[in-house]
């Protein structure tokens, strides 16, 4: 151990890269607004100029609210925010209270598959949106390598959302990122980043569920949940026992 | 002053090879206009028009242009359709076409015009434009001609281009090959000496008009070019009824003005291109409108003019035509956008025949005036072209995937989930409503219509209940008890619990 810290001493260079440090990309990213994360990620935030993949485990368990920050900082610039294909209505209301301005957000419903690829390719390289957020149920590596150099061409923050079950499939993104509901909040395992390995997963007890909801009446919530379904936490622990050792940062 | 002739050497083929990319069909035009005064004397070899014609019948319809691959099969101006289809059998002969011939040549002045607003018609194959105010502006002559050329190739037309001091001398120049720049009068006689006497036919109509007997007497007494012409003694040629020739040549010199008159473009556009063949490819038909929108472009161009809307109709045999209506979203000119949407119409175009032409028409045409360029090149946030991509998107996307597939939301004022929001057409500048704020949560998704939950599912409570009652004014009546809940893999949902019956639950919404 001795002989590695003169090392870790050196003074930091661009010209080499140390494999445990994160890639430099070429634009810095959209702050996530969630400093765990942002600590995580190659250029401090949600990268533009590449693709990220998000795989929930369900619909619904947060991954609206993890982008919404970066999302409501983004409605600032004059630019569509586009919506390609989401699984159901995004209400107004809520998506006014999380500060996203409505104006921008552009929703678009195509009809088939291909239609999408099409639409979120376009979206992308028009250079008229400011984020373009993709449902996908199923995607090959062709079309997902296209909607990539589409990406690397543009500035926009380019955003796929996929079923959890395909998160073992290659694909040409910059990011992917897997989202697990937990009771103690949104544990997020990064798949692939570019740079260092994956580290430990990240949990965002902002994002547990009912904190989401209710921010007041989170912690009284989670205890009694807690409580109540302590059997089910453990058995999801014990399945997954890289998730036991996460540690909120 | 400084002429720049654009003379088009293949006129009569030139309507029905417009639409086709690559020269793969032999075409070729057939006409009984007598051709004796027609271009292709110059441009053709001249061996290939001495002899008499071969075969055909005497005063039917002879062959008038072919293209380059009919030309290679051996098939010459002057033939019959008998022997040019013994020669080549794949041809595709056409009647030729005087009047689409003239709008062609119309529509050219009516591009041309966005070079310089002084241009003439000098039928049947020419326009001539008065360039010398604008030569600062493109860069000199020589930057002037190579971008005519360019936008010819876009146009669909092949084009010789010449200038001079005198329009008659720019005229006669293109006439012989193009290409040729003479900028100074006194280089005139010079470079104008190799013509050959056969362009004097192209100098005038009406009086001034050099007969054909005169050519074929100065021809017959071994006068082959302009040069030797220019030392015939003058008043031997008016002794001989050949004035005409004199003032043709001194005109062509500057010795005598040249009155042209001014071409004036209509204020609306519209084109027609044919197709060689009847087609279906939405690649082809894409072609021939591009060609299309690029002259528009350039009549828009010419008028400092833009566009919102334009309309193509693909015309078939015996069915009535199919209407494209394009938007383009803002008044613009620019010829990408538009044949970016083009394209998009027509491949999501279900045609009922084969398309025979395709026509454009541009009714309601905008002032639009041009932008400054800036000191330091073009800025990337310019707010205008931001705006114009939004559009342009939007306009994309509702092109291709229908209209109703392309939407906005918006808040509105009413406590009934399902009437809190609206769609709105997408709007650029559209300011968002801020409505009612609801204080208790909401949903980031909201379920199409609420699904019902059968009793087996269990769902925990969480929060709630919030009551929601209203609307008994409208037919829509709500009387619910709104809860949040945890479902099985942990997502947030929102249910709620008809008051009506009191037993039914539904899901409305899953908070993402």
Not at chain 1, 110 to 128: F, G, N, V, Y
Not at chain 2, 38 to 51: E, F, I, K, V
Not at chain 2, 248 to 258: C, M, Y
Not at chain 2, 352 to 366: F, G, N, S
């Amino acid at each position: 151990m001795a002989s590695l810290l003169p090392f870790a001493d050196l003074p930091p260079r661009t010209d080499i890269w140390r494999g445990d440090s994160l890639a430099a990309p070429a634009l810095p990213g959209i702050a996530s607004g969630f400093a765990q994360l942002d600590a995580q990620l190659p250029g401090n935030g949600w990268p533009l100029g590449a693709l990220t993949e998000i795989y929930a485990e369900a619909e619904g368990i947060g991954e609206l609210s993890l982008l919404a920050p970066a999302l409501a900082r983004l409605a600032a610039q004059d630019k569509w925010i586009a919506c390609i294909a989401p699984p159901w209505l995004p209400y107004a209301p809520a998506l006014a209270a999380l500060d996203i301005d409505l104006a921008r957000l552009l929703i678009v419903r195509p009809q088939s598959r291909a239609e999408t690829l099409w639409a979120a390719r376009q979206a992308i390289a028009s250079q008229a949106c400011s984020a373009v957020l993709c449902w996908l149920t199923r995607a090959d590596m062709q079309s997902l390598r296209r909607l990539q150099l589409a990406a690397e061409a543009s500035h926009t923050l380019s955003v796929l959302f996929r079923p959890a079950h395909q998160a073992q499939q290659a694909t040409p993104a910059a990011l992917k990122l897997l989202l697990q509901a937990r009771l103690d909040g949104l544990a997020l395992r990064i798949l692939k980043r570019r740079g260092a390995a994956p580290a430990a997963p990240i949990l965002l007890p902002q994002l547990q569920c009912t904190a989401r909801a209710l921010p007041h009446l989170a912690e009284a919530m989670a205890m009694a949940m807690a409580m109540a379904g302590h059997h089910d936490l453990a058995g999801a622990a014990s399945a997954k026992p890289a998730a036991a050792a996460m540690h909120p940062c | 002053m400084i002429w720049l002739a654009l003379h088009l050497p293949n006129l009569p083929l030139q309507p029905c090879t417009r639409a086709e990319g690559s020269a793969d069909t032999p075409i070729a035009v057939f006409g009984t206009t007598p051709s004796s005064g027609h271009p292709w004397r110059y441009a053709l070899p001249r061996q290939t028009q001495a002899g008499p014609p071969s075969g055909g019948r005497a005063g039917g319809s002879r062959l008038v242009a072919a293209n380059a691959r009919a030309l290679a099969a051996g098939i010459h101006p002057g033939l019959g359709l008998a022997s040019a289809l013994a020669l080549a059998p794949d041809l595709v002969a056409r009647p030729r076409d005087i009047r689409g011939e003239a709008a062609l040549l119309v529509e050219l002045a009516c591009w041309a015009a966005q070079f310089t607003p002084q241009l003439a018609l000098d039928a049947p194959d020419c326009v001539l434009l008065d360039v010398g105010a604008s030569l600062r502006l493109f860069g000199g002559i020589g930057e002037l001609m190579a971008r005519i050329a360019h936008g010819g190739a876009a146009l669909g037309l092949e084009l010789s281009l010449a200038a001079a001091p005198t329009p008659l001398a720019a005229r006669w120049l293109a006439l012989c090959g193009g290409g040729r720049i003479v900028e100074r009068h006194d280089d005139l006689p010079a470079r104008l000496a190799a013509l050959p006497v056969g362009v004097l036919e192209s100098a005038a109509g009406g009086r001034d008009a050099v007969r054909a007997e005169s050519i074929a007497l100065l021809e017959a007494i071994g006068i082959g070019t302009i040069g030797q012409c220019l030392h015939l003694p003058r008043d031997g040629l008016a002794r001989r009824d050949a004035q005409a020739v004199t003032r043709a040549l001194d005109r062509a010199f500057g010795r005598l003005p040249d009155p042209r008159p001014p071409f004036v473009p209509p204020q609306t556009f519209r084109s027609r291109i044919e197709l060689a063949l009847p087609s279906a490819n939405a690649e082809q038909l894409t072609f021939a409108a591009r060609r299309l929108l690029a002259a528009l472009a350039g009549h828009l161009a010419a008028h400092q003019s833009g566009i919102e809307h334009y309309r193509l109709q693909l015309e078939h045999d015996e069915l009535p035509a199919s209407v494209l209506g394009v938007h383009l979203g803002v008044v613009s000119r620019d010829e990408a956008r538009c044949s970016l949407l083009a394209r998009e119409h027509i491949a999501a175009l279900r045609l009922v025949a084969p398309v025979t032409a395709v026509a454009l028409e541009a009714a309601q045409i905008l002032p639009l005036p041009g932008e400054s360029g800036t000191l330091f090149g073009a800025q990337l946030g310019n707010p205008r072209e931001q705006a114009e991509a939004r559009t342009l998107l939007v306009e994309r996307l509702r092109a291709r995937l229908g209209n109703d597939a392309v939407g906005c939301i918006e808040m509105h004022g009413d406590h009934r989930p399902e009437r809190a929001w609206q769609a709105v057409v997408p709007q650029d500048g559209r300011v968002a409503r801020t409505g009612v704020h609801h204080p208790p949560p909401r949903p980031v998704w909201l379920l199409p219509e609420p699904q019902p939950l059968a009793r087996s599912d269990t769902l925990q409570l969480v929060a709630g209940p919030e009551r929601i009652e209203a609307g008994w004014w409208d037919g829509f009546d709500v009387a619910r008890d709104y809860h949040l809940a945890l479902g099985p893999q942990r997502q947030l949902l929102w249910v709620f619990r008809e008051l009506r019956d009191g037993e039914s639950w539904f899901v409305h919404g899953v908070f993402g």
